[in-house]
């Protein structure tokens, strides 16, 4: 099966017949791709809708997948982009191999349903087994329900884990925040 290639015949909620190609992202999809992020942002609360920072990682991944350390997969209903995926290369410590760190799974509003998700995870997924990847991992929002509900059904287990993080000031400018401020002891 070639991952660019995929494609699934489903019944859509308004009984028609949604044909779903799975492919590879390129730039010319950016547009479409942002819309799907401002769909995410809009879920993931912990997040905020910013389209000219989203444009700028959506380049900076797209440019780590020419490197081939990232993959971007898009669904496709005729010609137009319904859904996303990605995933990035990462080195684990625990697993002693390179693993993958998925971002950004999500589906148009209205092509819910339709096992598009589930396309886009079992392309990302053939992606890391050609690139020999241990493991696969995510966050997903807590309160987001329904993802968590697919991600269950694909199988991905819950961790003791937590995310934490910790904003980085950008280059030219102070360090004074609380966090690099602290005085050694």
């Known amino acids: 099966m070639n991952p660019a290639r995929l494609s699934h015949t489903q019944p859509a909620v308004a009984s028609e017949t949604v044909k779903i190609a799975v492919r ?3 730039i010319t999809d950016l547009p479409a791709l942002l819309d799907l992020l401002y769909q995410l942002f809009t879920i993931e609360t912990d997040f905020a809708v910013k389209p000219e920072r989203h444009a700028r990682g959506l ?3 797209l440019g780590a997948v020419r490197r081939g350390r990232a993959y971007v997969a898009v ?3 005729q010609r137009q982009v319904v859904g996303m995926a990605t995933v990035q290369i990462v080195v684990s410590t625990a697993e002693g191999a390179r693993s993958g760190w998925i ?3 999500v589906v148009r509003e209205d092509m819910r349903g339709a096992g598009i998700g589930t396309l886009l995870m079992a392309d990302i997924a053939q992606w890391a087994r050609a690139n020999n990847l241990a493991r696969l991992q995510l966050l997903a929002d807590r309160r987001n329900r329904p993802a968590l509900a ?3 059904r694909l199988a991905f287990q819950t961790t003791n884990m ?3 993080r ?3 000031p950008n280059r030219g400018q102070p360090t004074e925040t609380a966090a690099y401020a602290r005085k050694p002891r």
């Open 162 to 164: 937590i995310c934490l």
């Open 59 to 61: 380049r900076l991944l």
């Open 166 to 168: 910790l904003a980085c």
């Open 150 to 152: 697919f991600y269950d």
């Open 103 to 105: 971002e950004d799974v």
């Open 24 to 26: 590879p992202a390129r």
């Open 75 to 77: 669904a496709e209903n």
